[in-house]
């Protein structure tokens, strides 16, 4: 098969980041097709897609990663020659409720996913089948497995391991299974770790939505303690190319790290939000960050994440091309 009708696997494709990605790889390979394998929990929404629901590349499964019998039917009947793997429990208020899930779901499905990868593309360790030997598993992990900074430093490609919640634990250990498919079967995976996404389609849950929404509906503001726990933030879109390039020029077995180079405290951020809403959507009387209140700090809340970028932006030419007040921007006017 020509990788130019080669069909790929994106998992989780309903979510915000994958749900941003799938139009964006349609338009970008109109050779390709994609098979979107989703389970629709909490996070996902066919809403999210329905620019692509009619194209004749796009088809949807919904189903679990963690079926290992789904997997094998979906890896032979479309014969799969890359997997793009979004899918992921990722709320971590949710993880410190729920850590189960989050194990079973990041750690196992990552594993069956892998390993039918494997034993679908290759004859043996370090051999692929001729028809799948340009096949890459790409592995979507975040920034939170490195744990938290302090006031200085960045999280770099090199940085040790140190999760500190459920779900950052579980992302790790993925990522972990991913790299050990690399090393001991000669696998061509990559794994690219990503400060906070913020854009359309995200989770109404998620901090940027909830201030947004809170905000519109005329309720309180939540921010968690002092409001002092600092972000990177990487506009969705941009996060999509960033993953588009690595996964078709980044060098098998490596990690990728992608950062927004957009950091600001919680709170700055809730009255960044509320100073353009002021603007953008004026209220009768006072501003909208009158609304902002703070709540009990969440478990274990890390204090700082930030990436260096420098690798990716070096050896693969990739930057974020969006300035965060105008992302911001657009993404307030889609909320709303």
């Keep these: ?18 749900s941003n990605f799938i139009p964006y790889y349609l338009a970008q390979f109109p050779e390709q097709h994609i098979i979107n394998l989703d389970a629709l929990t ?30 094998e039917k979906i890896f032979q009947d479309h014969h799969i020659h890359g997997v793009i793997h979004f899918a992921a429990e990722s709320h971590v208020d949710n993880s410190i409720s729920n850590p189960g899930v989050f194990i079973e779901t990041n750690v196992n499905g990552t594993f069956n996913l892998l390993d039918v990868a494997f034993k679908t593309w290759m004859k043996a360790p370090f051999e692929y089948r001729e028809e799948y030997r340009d096949c890459r598993f790409h592995h979507i992990s975040t920034d939170e497995v490195y744990g938290s900074l302090g006031e200085t430093g960045y999280f770099t490609e090199e940085t ?34 990503c400060s906070n996404n913020y854009g359309p389609k995200q989770h109404k849950e998620k901090l940027i939505p909830t201030i947004i929404r809170k905000a519109i509906s005329g309720e309180d503001i939540p921010i968690y303690g002092n409001g002092k726990n600092v972000r990177d933030w990487l506009y969705v879109l941009d996060h999509v190319k960033a993953i588009n390039l690595v996964n078709a020029e980044g060098k098998a ?3 990728y790290n992608i ?65 965060f007040e105008d992302a911001l921007k657009e993404t307030i006017i889609w909320y709303w």
């Design 160 to 193: 040790p391991y140190a999760p500190n919640s459920p779900y950052s634990a579980s992302k790790a250990a993925s990522d972990m299974v991913v790299r050990s498919y690399h090393h001991t079967y000669g696998m061509n995976t990559v794994i690219t770790n």
């Design 1 to 18: 098969m020509s990788n130019q009708n080669k069909t790929i696997l994106v998992t989780g494709g309903a979510g915000f980041i994958g």
């Design 253 to 255: 077995g490596e990690v």
């Design 42 to 71: 909490y996070a996902g929404d066919l809403e999210n897609l329905s620019e692509v629901e009619s194209n004749p590349r796009y088809q949807f499964i919904k189903g679990d990663i963690c079926n290992r019998n789904l997997l």
């Design 259 to 323: 950062g927004g180079d957009a950091e600001i405290q919680n709170i700055e951020l809730a009255h960044k939000i509320c100073t353009l809403l002021d603007e953008l959507k004026p209220k009768d009387s006072g501003s909208y960050s009158e609304q902002i209140t703070f709540v009990k700090d969440r478990a274990g809340h890390d204090q700082r994440y930030a990436i260096d970028a420098s690798k990716i932006r070096s050896q693969l030419n990739w930057k974020a091309d969006s300035e």
